[in-house]
């Protein structure tokens, strides 16, 4: 089982979450990355070596961004959180 971290970014975004069922479906996500990291999608071009993960939300599409670490101690870090919308523009945005 891999150990997950998180960004101070999407830290923040899951403590602002209000709906209780949005952050069960996030919190299931994680917990399904930790015992598979590699479910997720692996992207490609300026985002090499991250990987994303969709949780589908009441007819909304959301995203987990995720790097693994597993050469060293099987760590996941979560990077960012949130809705589709502009959520690789944000993505890319961050890791500059």
């Given at each position: 089982?891999?150990?997950?971290k998180?960004?101070?970014?999407?830290?923040?975004?899951?403590?602002?979450?209000?709906?209780?069922?949005?952050?069960?479906?996030?919190?299931?996500?994680?917990?399904?990355l930790?015992?598979?990291?590699?479910i997720?999608?692996?992207?490609?071009g300026?985002?090499?070596?991250?990987?994303a993960y969709d949780?589908?939300?009441?007819?909304?599409?959301?995203e987990?961004?995720?790097?693994?670490?597993?050469?060293?101690?099987?760590?996941?870090?979560?990077?960012?959180?949130?809705?589709?919308e502009?959520f690789?523009?944000?993505?890319?945005?961050?890791?500059?």
């Amino acid at each position: 089982m891999f150990e997950v971290k998180y960004t101070n970014t999407a830290e923040r975004y899951l403590k602002k979450i209000k709906d209780k069922q949005l952050l069960a479906k996030y919190k299931t996500a994680i917990d399904k990355l930790r015992h598979d990291p590699f479910i997720g999608t692996q992207k490609s071009g300026d985002l090499r070596g991250i990987y994303a993960y969709d949780v589908k939300y009441g007819g909304i599409s959301h995203e987990i961004a995720y790097r693994i670490y597993e050469e060293s101690n099987q760590l996941i870090v979560i990077l960012l959180v949130g809705t589709r919308e502009n959520f690789y523009h944000e993505l890319k945005r961050m890791l500059k």
